[in-house]
């Protein structure tokens, strides 16, 4: 120490050109907080395991970040606004190469996304933005945003993880700035008050204030050179606990020194006794402190290493402590206490002394006052934590009003939902594994508080019936309904078309017999012509012997002629009762021919349900057993055969009623011939009558035309012969019919009947299809991925948003009902978890590679993490601390009951936290991160006034116990009280920063230091000190039970 002393001017020069250059050319802290100071997950949890996934397979530029824009206004937006609106849009879509957009998806390209991007209040409208983030700042990038989004009427926010995030950091910042204006402002008041000096506070201000500015720079090229951990917790926590802890072990040697001189020694002997003793104490407070930081390096949570930049500052601390505050003592003496000049003395402290002999004389009193105060608060401890990174800076910021507005209008869960990665060797493309991926969906969608699942099956999140089995089994149905309709019709057809041929026979019977009597008429008319032909034959040889006999032959031609008359007009009865029995021909063929269209459309439709009742056993391989679904199968292949024998019937029937209507036809063409060639005969005959009376001047005109008539006959009853023969065939003809016509109307009534059988089946078919249709579970019904589907062109979109392009990779976003930074979502991760374990067990799916993403799931692995460090931390830290404590005490006791008293306080002091926050205040519970840092301080700090009591009471050793406790809390309570004040202020001045975490954990400190000074350290530890006697010093004293003393060398700790 007189080394340092000798050389104190030389050394201040070098503090002072050290902090100097090491600021001039140190890096920014704050932009090193935004380089390399978020939160990120290691290697191997879920959400890191999405992330190595989707940049795997990801086509997008790297390094972009998801923003949200919030359109928003009190009430439904005008169309005015709206107009406004859409050209804010299109100014952005006009400039994103300026503005670093590399996607824009707003409902004003695309209405298919109104419903999801426009409030259903239609007060907020949402647009996503991508913004390639590679060489910028978030600050940059969000002020030329906010220039673009500027829209006259219309509140406009923008939101996202990033931006929150920015806003923490933004929020941290000033509440540093805060935060250190408060510290010194309040250390200097407290300092005067405890030195009653305005010199003395000078001191622990400049000394700290350096190591700060050159511990802080040394971190930052730290952080930038080698990666150093940092976070927003790094500069605040230096600035607390360096200012904090400088400013009392200053106390604590200013305090001794004082205390030194007042015992008459000169300045550099006060100087090197105040370094021998509570330079010791010092040394291993600066250490528990120092290790308990440094200890945090263990973990492997960033955000928990971060805070080793505080043990940085320590070790710097204690430097100046031993090099810059000796400068003080020497150079300004007694000076440092001005205004006081004389009668400088140590005042013990009235308070401590008092508690002392409370818990020495009346224990049980002193630790029912702890019991009073500690049992309630840590009966009512719940250790709620809650990850909300909104709670953290307040609704005044851009991020967390849009955030709000976003929760408010389209739900908690719609921002930021969990995002399930599925990884799979094969393409995921096809319509095995949408129907995996569907199924997937809908157990997901099970999971309480999951409002809706989007994915490649459901794009929307609405389940896309058209795939479900029971969708297409209702279509069948409805198709099976029309199709028994169409069946009864068909079968009221035949019934009608059995009917009438039934009741067309005997008509049929009648126009057989009625052709037979033509028959007979035809073959007596063609013997009269045989007849007739010998009275013309004998007319005509009487005309050629002369003249003789005209009056005879005049007579005889009249005959002839009526004979012909009569001839003619019972052929053309007979002749009209052909053309009646040809036209009701004509009708009866008309209606077979529309028998065979009506068959034909009836095996259309049977034979259409075929394909339908095949599909459905293919996708439901359980119901071929279905006795009803074979009966089914059975009835519908047993009509269609049916109707194709009637069919094959008709179709003869209607070949032989053509054949009829053409012998018909003939044998009316032929009698139309004969009542031509009758009415000539009968022409010709007038002929000769009137030839008669001029028989002299015409005979020979007569003889021809005679001769003329005699040469027709033998063509007409030529004629007469083949219309006979035409009425024989035709009256066999119809013979044949009747008999077909028979086994047609029989045929046409067991097809009616066994359509009825189809009917029935139909009915039963449709009733088991109905039921399938109306079961309420649609997974329960089944899925099935029509081809097309596939081949769709809207659908190749959704492929896009929801899948790789090489189908290898899939997502599915989880949409909740609650706020994704709630730890009610966070906890429903292990349910998701089994959840797709359970849905890919035993399927394709089973060895896939499966991540989750998003804020919930992140923050849940950060709880994971933190759990692990949590405990790993703490080991380490307190095994550190209780190695400092055994070397100083030199006792396995004593620090086994410090420790106590530690942990006593801490979670005193986080219950009181939960109590305020919580219960209070209403916050779901104690940001995540402050029991760690919590404990880590309150710790490593309060485990200092430990030290300095108990390193006090070791230097009374000789005394007995009672004595030598009460005498070092005296001596001490001042400092330590003093000491805690400052500590707890420093903390205290973190109040104002407006971070909650900073709140919190400054809540912990403060409460817990005080607490600890005030009424654990001084009540609860000398009750156990003196039950315990000399035990406090096991196993470290000789065998006649003194403890054996430490000699001046290892006290003096090499300092002279």
């Known amino acids: 120490m007189r080394a340092v002393l000798r050389l104190r001017w030389a050394i201040l020069a070098a503090w002072i050109i050290a902090a100097v250059v090491l600021v001039w050319n140190s890096p920014d802290m704050a932009q090193l907080i935004r380089d390399k100071g978020q939160l990120a997950v290691v290697d191997g949890y879920p959400s890191t395991v999405a992330s190595d996934i989707i940049n795997k397979h990801s086509t997008k530029e790297s390094g972009t970040e998801a923003f949200i824009v919030v359109f928003h206004d009190d009430q439904a937006f005008s169309e005015e606004q709206l107009t406004d609106i859409e050209a804010t849009m299109q100014r952005l879509k006009n400039e994103k190469a300026e503005l670093g957009i590399s996607e824009l998806t707003t409902h004003f390209t695309d209405d298919a996304l109104e419903e999801q991007l426009v409030s259903e209040d239609g007060n907020t409208i949402i647009a996503l933005l991508d913004v390639q983030m590679a060489g910028k700042e978030v600050r940059e990038v969000r002020e030329r945003l906010d220039q673009a989004l500027e829209t006259d009427h219309v509140q406009t926010y923008m939101t996202g993880n990033s931006l929150i995030n920015e806003d923490v950091i933004i929020s941290s910042e000033k509440g540093l700035k805060k935060t250190e204006i408060i510290t010194v402002v309040f250390i200097l008041v407290v300092l005067v008050l405890v030195f009653r000096s305005v010199v003395a506070p000078i001191i622990p201000l400049l000394t700290v204030g350096i190591t700060y500015v050159v511990s802080q720079a040394v971190v930052a090229f730290l952080i930038d050179g080698i990666n150093f951990p940092v976070s927003n917790f790094t500069a605040t926590f230096m600035v607390a606990i360096l200012f904090g802890v400088g400013t009392d072990y200053c106390i604590l040697l200013l ?72 400068f003080f003592m020497y150079t300004l003496k007694s000076a440092i206490f ?294 089914i199968q059975a009835i519908v292949g047993n009509a269609t055969k049916q109707v194709a024998i009637a069919g094959g019937t008709v179709a003869a029937l209607n070949e032989q009623l053509d054949a009829v209507r053409t012998g018909l036809e003939t044998a009316n063409q032929h009698l139309a011939q004969v009542v031509a060639g009758l009415g000539e005969f009968s022409n010709g005959l007038k002929e000769i009558s009137n030839g008669l009376a001029q028989l002299e001047s015409g005979l020979g005109e007569a003889t021809s035309g005679q001769h003329q008539v005699v040469q027709q006959i033998p063509a007409i009853a030529s004629g007469l012969g083949e219309i006979a023969t035409g009425q024989e065939q ?19 009534a067991q097809s009616s009947e066994g359509l009825g059988q189809i009917e029935d089946g139909f009915g039963e078919a449709e009733n088991y299809l109905s039921d399938l249709a109306n079961e309420t579970d649609l997974q329960q019904s089944g899925i099935y991925i029509p081809d097309q589907l596939l081949t769709n062109e809207e659908f190749q979109q959704v492929f896009d ?56 799931s992140i923050n849940r692995d950060l709880e994971s993490m933190s759990n692990s460090d949590y405990t790993k931390t703490v080991t380490f830290m307190m095994a550190g601390i ?175």
Not at 257 to 269: I, M, W
Not at 508 to 537: N, R, V, Y
Not at 1013 to 1022: E, K, N, Q
Request: proline fraction near 4%.
């Open 255 to 326: 305090s001794r020194y004082k205390e030194e001189l007042a015992s008459g020694q000169d300045v550099p002997g006060a100087i090197v006794a105040t370094y021998q003793t509570a330079g010791k104490t010092v040394i291993y407070s600066a250490l528990a402190v120092l290790i308990g930081f440094a200890s945090i390096g263990f973990a492997s949570f960033k955000l928990y290493q971060s805070a080793v930049g505080v043990a940085v500052g320590v070790l710097f601390l204690l430097i100046a402590l031993f090099t810059i505050v000796p």
């Open 338 to 631: 001005w205004p006081i000049k004389k009668n400088i003395s140590h005042q013990e402290s009235r308070l401590w002394g008092w508690m002392g002999n409370l818990a020495i004389t009346r224990p049980l009193i002193a630790l029912g006052i702890v019991a009073l105060l500690t049992v309630p608060l840590l009966v009512s401890y719940d250790g709620e934590l809650s990850f909300n990174s909104l709670d953290e800076i307040g609704e005044e910021y851009d991020s967390v009003k849009g955030f709000n507005l976003i929760a408010d209008s389209f739900g908690p869960g719609e921002i930021m939902p969990i995002q399930v990665v599925i990884e799979n060797d094969d393409s995921m493309k096809t319509k095995e594994y949408l129907t995996l991926i569907e199924s997937i969906s809908n157990q997901l969608e099970k999971i309480d508080h999951v409002d809706k699942i989007r994915s490649v099956t459901r794009p929307t999140g609405d389940k896309l019936e058209d795939i479900y089995v029971k969708k297409q089994v209702d279509e069948v149905g409805k198709g099976i309904g029309e199709g028994t309709d169409g069946i009864a019709q068909i079968k009221d057809g035949l019934n009608e078309a059995a009917s009438s041929i039934h009741a067309s026979k005997p008509d049929l019977e009648k126009a057989t017999a009625g052709i037979g009597d033509l028959q007979s008429g035809t073959k007596q008319l063609q013997s009269g012509m045989g007849d007739l032909q010998t009275a013309l034959s004998a007319i005509e040889n009487g005309i050629r012997q002369g003249t003789a006999g005209a009056g005879e032959l005049k007579k005889g031609a009249a005959e002839a002629s009526n004979q012909a008359a009569e001839l003619q007009a019972g052929v053309s009865q007979l002749l009209e009762g052909y053309e009646q029995a040809q036209a009701g021909l004509g009708q009866l063929i008309a209606e077979y021919k529309k028998v065979p269209t009506i068959l034909e459309e009836a095996q259309a439709q049977l034979m259409s349900l075929e394909e339908p009742l095949t599909k459905l056993a293919q996708n439901h391989p359980e119901i071929i057993g279905d006795p009803h679904f074979a009966e």
């Open 730 to 748: 035709l009256q066999s003809g119809f013979g044949n019919m009747g008999g077909q016509l028979d086994q047609l109307s029989d045929g046409l």
């Open 801 to 856: 948003l929801y899948m790789s392009e090489d189908g290898k990779m899939t997502t599915l976003d989880v949409v909740l009902d609650s706020n994704p930074y709630a730890k009610q979502s966070m906890d429903m991760i292990s349910k998701l978890e089994q959840t797709l374990a359970d849905a890919t067990k035993h399927t394709k799916l089973e060895q896939a590679n499966i991540g989750i993403g998003g804020v919930t």
């Open 882 to 1056: 209780v190695l400092i404590l055994i070397i100083l005490l030199r006792s396995l006791v004593m620090p086994i009951y410090i420790i106590a008293s530690l942990l006593l306080t801490y979670y005193s002091s986080i219950a009181m936290t939960e109590v305020i926050f919580v219960n209070i205040l209403g916050y779901p519970g104690i940001n995540w991160a402050t029991p760690f840092f919590g404990f880590v301080i309150l710790i490593a700090l309060g485990v200092d006034y430990s030290i300095f009591l108990m390193d006090r009471f070791s230097e009374y050793k000789q005394m007995d116990v009672k004595t030598g406790i009460i005498l070092a809390m005296k001596n001490m309570g001042t400092v330590i009280m003093s000491a805690a004040v400052i500590l707890a202020g420093t903390f205290a001045a973190m109040l104002p920063s407006g971070v909650l975490s900073m709140l919190q954990i400054a809540t912990v400190v403060l409460t817990g230091l005080l607490f600890y000074a005030l009424i654990i350290l001084p009540l609860f530890v000398p009750v156990l000190i003196n039950m315990l006697g000399k035990a406090n010093w096991w196993p470290f004293f000789s065998r006649r039970g003194e403890i054996q003393p430490l000699d001046d060398t290892k006290r003096d700790i090499g300092m002279n």
